[in-house]
């Protein structure tokens, strides 16, 4: 065997780490994160935040991939718990959601199939006559058989397939990341509505029990309109009042049914045959919940780690894009039986085989790789925005609920001292009533706002614990109850 000479050896190392340079290249940006905020410098604490949970600004580590846990399990309620595996298992929001991430991971996958040769091959049998008015002035009639067997592969010399791939992926997280937060807004959803109904139903017992007091109000005025203590006026206004909390029952118990075929939805059952189990005691306690600090929203939310995600494969488009400028190079080879007889189709002078390559360089196109070019460069620009568009809305969502869950705390405390003072003032009026001291307008005045703090105190309640579940959601559903003080 005769060795080449140095200077040669020296120009096909050479030659041979140009091409590997070359096919390892890829046009086109690299993908760096944009600033969340863009020139506006990250927050450093919660302008909301209870001041008993002071947080210290770290930087953002992505971790929406990681499992959200079950964190309603804090609110300690048996029926909740329940709900919210059937919605896991049954929602139909889910099951589309889980359906579009397959989709994405099949994506990927097709994108990767362009990294590899492809094979084909196509049999043939063609029956043919020729024209006897050719220049030999004799026609023929053949047939023809062939098993070709046909080989591409294009040579990613600038990056297009990778940048594909690589832009597949990035959707492919991003779908991710949308199933992640499809799943925390069934869930939140579920315990939103379970609460606000458990509230509907305090609620309707309470008219009921105000009923049955109003009810003997009214024996009790119409006993003493017959002693002559009473007048008739006494009487019609009991009874207007008896009957107008009785006409709010139906009205709660609609509410509460429209919740329950709610539920029944979300937890993918048909709402003709959903029920609940009885409520066992109070409303649901609202636990505390850290805040913790606005760079963790990058971590913890979904939608934020999806548009984040959505960024890279733009970015990944622009890359795809820019290769059009550059030729296309592909390696083609073709081998396969070829006969005018099915007899001799399998012999060995009937093989056949081709090799080549291929070139495909765009000299003019009237701007078109320019405008794809400033087209995916566009779309990059406009993920950024819609990146930092999810931030600020995530911000703008922690600072609301961190604002309700504080502000309904001072409510309900003021409600609270309110309905305790109306029950006191219910109480000395019933009994001056009796006394024949007040007339039975101060009692039915004292008896509506009895009821009136009656309701509100429970809505209060119910919004209070909602807010903690929304102040969850707002957080990404990223904490441990370890973290509870």
């Known amino acids: 065997m ?53 947080g210290q600004w770290k930087t953002a580590q992505p971790s929406a991939h990681l499992p959200r846990g079950a964190w309603w399990k804090l609110f300690h309620d048996e029926e909740l718990n329940r709900l919210e595996v059937i919605a896991s298992s049954n929602n139909q929001q889910l ?23 492809q094979l084909s091959s196509a049999p043939d049998f063609t029956r043919q006559h020729t024209s006897g008015n050719l220049s030999a002035g004799k026609s023929a009639t053949f047939s023809s058989f062939s098993v070709p067997l046909d080989a591409s592969w294009e040579l990613d010399l600038w990056g297009r397939v990778r940048r594909e791939v690589e832009g597949s992926r990035a959707n492919l997280s991003a779908s991710a990341d949308d199933l992640e937060s499809a799943k925390l807004a069934v869930q939140a959803e579920v315990a939103i509505d379970y609460i606000s109904m458990r509230a509907l139903e305090a609620q309707r017992e309470l008219l009921v029990e105000t009923a049955a007091a109003y009810q003997r109000s009214l024996e009790l005025t119409q006993n003493r309109r017959a002693g002559g203590i009473a007048t008739e006026y006494d009487v019609s206004l009991a009874e207007t009042q008896l009957k107008s909390t009785e006409a709010q029952v139906p009205a709660v118990t609609l509410q509460r049914t429209t919740l329950l075929h709610a539920l029944a939805t979300l937890c993918g059952q048909p709402a003709t045959s959903f029920s609940l189990a009885p409520a066992k005691g109070a409303l649901p306690s609202a636990p505390v919940i850290p805040a913790g600090v606005p760079s963790e929203l990058l971590e913890r939310r979904p939608d934020v780690a999806a548009a984040e995600r959505r960024m890279a494969a733009a970015n990944a488009t622009v890359g795809v894009a820019t290769a059009a400028f550059y030729p296309r190079v592909t390696l083609n080879g073709s081998a396969g039986l070829q006969a005018l007889e099915a007899g001799k189709l399998f012999n060995w002078s009937s093989r056949m085989w081709s090799v080549g ?22 779309g990059y620009d406009a993920t950024v925005a819609n990146y930092r568009q999810a931030v600020l809305s995530a911000f703008q969502d922690v600072e609301d609920q961190l604002a309700s869950q504080r502000l309904l705390a001072q409510q309900l405390a003021a409600e609270t001292a309110a309905l305790k003072s109306a029950r006191r003032t219910l109480e000395i009026s019933t009994t001056r009533y009796q006394g024949g001291v007040l007339t039975y307008l101060d009692v039915a005045i004292a008896q509506s706002l009895a009821l009136a703090h009656e309701q509100t105190v429970v809505q209060l309640n119910a919004r209070r614990v909602a807010a903690s579940v929304s102040l969850i959601k707002a957080l990404g559903a990223g904490w441990h109850a370890e973290a509870i003080p």
């Open 357 to 378: 390559t291929s070139l495909q360089q765009p000299l003019f196109t009237g701007g078109r790789t320019a405008a794809n070019v400033a087209l995916a460069r566009a």
């Open 95 to 117: 099951a589309a959601a889980c359906a579009n991430f397959q989709q994405a991971r099949a994506l990927v996958n097709v994108a990767r199939a362009d990294s590899f040769p």
């Open 2 to 54: 005769k060795i080449p000479e140095p200077r040669k050896l020296t120009a096909i190392s050479n030659g041979v780490g140009v091409l590997l340079l070359v096919v390892g290249c890829s046009v086109g940006p690299d993908y760096r994160r944009p600033a969340a905020l863009g020139s506006t410098p990250m927050p450093a604490a919660y302008a909301a935040a209870d001041d008993r949970h002071p």
